[in-house]
């Protein structure tokens, strides 16, 4: 149900403050009838809002929109920024499968057999990965230890990448877990040659373009072939070193500005508490 406001009397209310203080009603809850959330004409026209002087709404009104400024320049840092890293043609390039061994996840069949899941063993999930970002944590999936004979192992501090669902996106392990068939793990890297985290930047900064190769009809997929044959670029390893570190600085930032989110949304819930007296 929709309502159009008409304001009769400017004198009393000004429409931006009317609208941030409907905004704040729970107005589900003002009418419940036979257990259905609604709410009619004669329900609107019972709400009873604060009704401060104009210059006072005013007041409330701008120092609101002030912090809806602040909020949208850091939604603009969060929602924009992507990790980019300036690839010079001059550094050698190497496929992946001479830089690591290539291998693919793997689960027990028949899935969600006692057998083999609900153990103790953890076993990474993609949403583990959206979840965490760089350094992933297991927290949804556990194994049996039969399971686990039927999955693929993969120490800390290695490289994972996914191979469908989301695939091409990357990220390292902070524990030992076992992976699924929805990842591909690499193995014993040099690195002599390369950082863990600047394969897991560089894999991140070719994710649309590796996410591209993949096929499948229903879920796209890459597959270990594809992933061995990726071109890793392979500055020396003080270049990688900072680039890694300035990534991880910008990364800081952005994780400033999602804070500065959470720190104005509730200053404006704090400042309509105060109108209703909160």
Sequence with gaps: MCFYIKLENENRVRLKYLYHILKSVDLQSV???AGIPGLNRN?????????PPLS????????????????GGARQVVENYKPRIDIDPEWPMEELNNLCEVVRGSSPRPKDDSKYYGGNVPRLMVADITRDGMYATHKIDFLTEEGAK???PMQ??????????NPGLPTILKVD????DCFAGFRDLDIRKIRPEFLYFILLHFKEFYGSQSVGAVFQNLNTDQIRKFKIPLPPLEIQQQIVAQIEQEQELVKA??????IFEQKI????AKVWGE
């Design 43 to 51: 329900d609107a026209y019972k709400i009873e809002i604060p009704l």
């Design 150 to 152: 039927k999955s693929r």
């Design 56 to 71: 006072v709404q005013e007041e409330i009104v701008a120092e609101i929109e002030s912090f809806q400024k602040i909020i």
């Design 177 to 180: 877990t076992c992976i699924h």
């Design 31 to 33: 009418n419940v009838q």
């Design 269 to 272: 819930k704090d400042r309509i």
């Design 156 to 165: 800390k501090g290695s490289v994972i990448l996914t191979v469908s669902g």
């Design 257 to 262: 500005n999602k804070q500065i989110i959470k």
